[in-house]
């Protein structure tokens, strides 16, 4: 279907009215509305609302949006790195001036204070803490990510670190020194990244951490927060990582998945209004990940029953070998929407299914959730069974996709792990410079502000980022701003797979909510 040029501007309404709705509802974990005390309730429906400004900006049209996209204008490695360390010189300049001032940094009161209120209590840190244990020869960075069993293909993203950080190194380092990425399986079992994380916090004493998959940063980022310990740009988008009071040494990189439900919602009611209200089924990975994307649809479904008619979650679990049953009841319903909210090995699994079981024949609207992206992971090996399918892609390129051959970062990508003896069709080896491209900016703009590099610096840095991040598409900001914006990216592209070119298809202008979200303290399983 084709996207209708007005339907930005209604979207940017329903984003910003639907997120207030999803992303501060009062759901239980299994998805039914809490009861309660009602003073109780009202404050957890109303936390974070958005303002009337915000909303007022979001009904901008998408074309006055993009007069202030900051696009790149360079055309060489060379030139972005010259950019970058123009912007970078940009955040040091202020955060500088903020800790000269007495308004940001360490006070006598052993404070850490930040820009927009943005604050961590040291007192309460470990007796031994260190502000900058992990840090000698070289800077430290644990890494917890499956490298073996059935998401063991997202090993390849600690590959894609290390193939970044090795141009990092050749290229200087941080500060001078060279970074080490210090990696262990975690199986994606979170009982197994707790065993990990806490070996490391024994024996190798990272400066930071990077933690990959929902449940495994649930499992983890109460004790690294705990123990002071960065976990910056985590491989996930749950919305939890929104929690800059809570949890403030950690955060999220990429848009999270409630505002990626209510898009799907706004998307159905705006392409498909002479069906409405139409019956959506959803493959939800059975863990925490499938929660949120669940309980975003749950409760757009809830108060949108013009739209949806009827919502049909359907889980799988994470560690079986196929979603084959679990497709054929989706098939069974005969819903008009189908969406997959999953990552790894499904996401294939359920494209190739959708074309056997007639799913896809029947007319059936298929999406697919972000993290399945990748066009040679997860579409090209399906064939013709991956053409037309539907994602929010959340303004990410891939490298593979032919659209961006051009594009300096991508070539640069592709040249540097064809360098190391890799094929840069493994998209996931790109998703892991993904992660590793933001750390390493926000270390540079710590070891270049008073003190240097430090975890306080660090955590200064990143509540503290605006740039151009080179992955994201022109349009799509990725930026936060203390307490007051907790989300690097609120934007997304929405797109439709072509299997004739192998890549996806960008349908009309980009829609960006940067500072829209609320930010979100994870709790019985909803935001408050």
């Avoid at 109780?40 to 202030?68: M, P, S, Y």
């Avoid at 840190?125 to 244990?133: L, N, R, T």
């Avoid at 975690?186 to 930071?208: G, N």
């Avoid at 089924?281 to 975003?296: C, E, S, T």
Wanted: charged share 20%; glycine share 10%.
């Amino acid at each position: 279907m084709r996207i209708r040029d007005h339907w930005f501007r209604a979207l940017a309404l329903l984003l910003a009215l639907g997120m207030v709705a999803a992303a501060c509802g009062s759901s239980s974990s299994d998805g039914a509305s809490s009861d309660g005390d009602t003073t109780e309730t009202t404050e957890k429906e109303t936390a974070g609302v958005a303002k009337d400004d915000d909303i007022e900006e979001a009904v901008k049209t998408a074309d006055e949006k993009q007069l202030d996209v900051d696009k790149s204008t360079a055309t060489t490695m060379a030139e972005l790195e010259a950019e970058w360390a123009a912007k970078r010189q940009t955040i040091v300049d202020e955060l500088t001036t903020g800790i000269e001032s007495g308004d940001y940094g360490i006070g006598d009161d052993n404070i850490l204070r930040g820009p927009s209120g943005f604050e961590i209590d040291l007192n309460n840190c470990p007796s031994d803490w260190s502000d900058s244990e992990g840090i000698g020869d070289s800077i430290l960075i644990g890494y917890t990510g499956p490298e073996s069993g059935n998401l063991a293909s997202y090993g390849n993203m600690g590959v894609g670190w290390e193939v970044y950080l090795d141009y990092v190194n050749e290229t200087g380092g941080v500060g001078g020194k060279p970074v080490e990425l210090v990696k262990r399986d975690d199986q994606y079992v979170a009982t197994i990244t707790i065993e990990q994380v806490d070996e490391l916090l024994q024996s190798t004493k990272p400066f930071m951490f990077h933690t990959l998959g929902t449940p495994s940063v649930m499992a983890t980022y109460g004790t690294l927060n705990d123990k002071c310990v960065p976990q910056p740009f985590v491989a996930t988008g749950h919305p939890a990582w929104g929690d800059p009071v809570v949890h403030p040494w950690t955060t999220g990189s990429f848009m999270n998945y409630l505002t990626e439900a209510i898009l799907w919602g706004a998307w159905i009611k705006e392409n498909m209004a002479d069906q409405l209200p139409v019956k959506v089924v959803g493959l939800v990975m059975d863990n925490d990940f499938g929660v949120a994307y669940r309980q975003g649809m749950e409760q757009y479904a809830k108060d949108n029953p013009d739209v949806i008619a009827e919502f049909i979650p359907i889980p799988f679990d994470p560690a079986a070998p196929t979603i084959t049953n679990e497709m054929t009841t989706a098939a069974a319903a005969s819903p008009d929407v189908a969406i997959g909210m999953m990552a790894g090995n499904p996401c294939l699994q359920m494209v190739e299914e959708a074309g056997r079981n007639g799913m896809k024949d029947a007319g059936t609207v298929l999406f697919i959730s972000q993290t399945c992206k990748d066009p040679n992971s997860f579409f090209i090996p399906a064939g013709d069974a991956g053409d037309g399918w539907n994602i929010a892609g959340g303004g990410q390129k891939a490298n593979t996709d032919p659209q961006y051959a051009d594009d300096p970062w991508i070539s640069f990508v592709n040249e540097r792990i064809t360098a190391a003896g890799l094929d840069p069709k493994v998209g996931l080896i790109f998703t892991g410079m993904f992660y590793a491209w933001p750390t390493v900016e926000a270390m540079r703009i710590a070891s270049d502000l008073p003190g240097g590099l430090t975890r306080t610096n660090l955590m200064l840095a990143v509540r503290d980022m605006n740039v151009k991040h080179p992955s994201m598409i022109d349009g799509v900001t990725f930026h936060v701003d203390g307490n007051k914006d907790a989300y690097f990216v609120e934007g997304s592209d929405f797109s439709v797979y072509d299997a004739a070119t192998q890549g996806w298809k960008q349908q009309g202008n980009i829609v960006d909510m940067d500072g829209s979200s609320p930010t979100c303290t994870w709790g019985d399983g909803g935001c408050s």
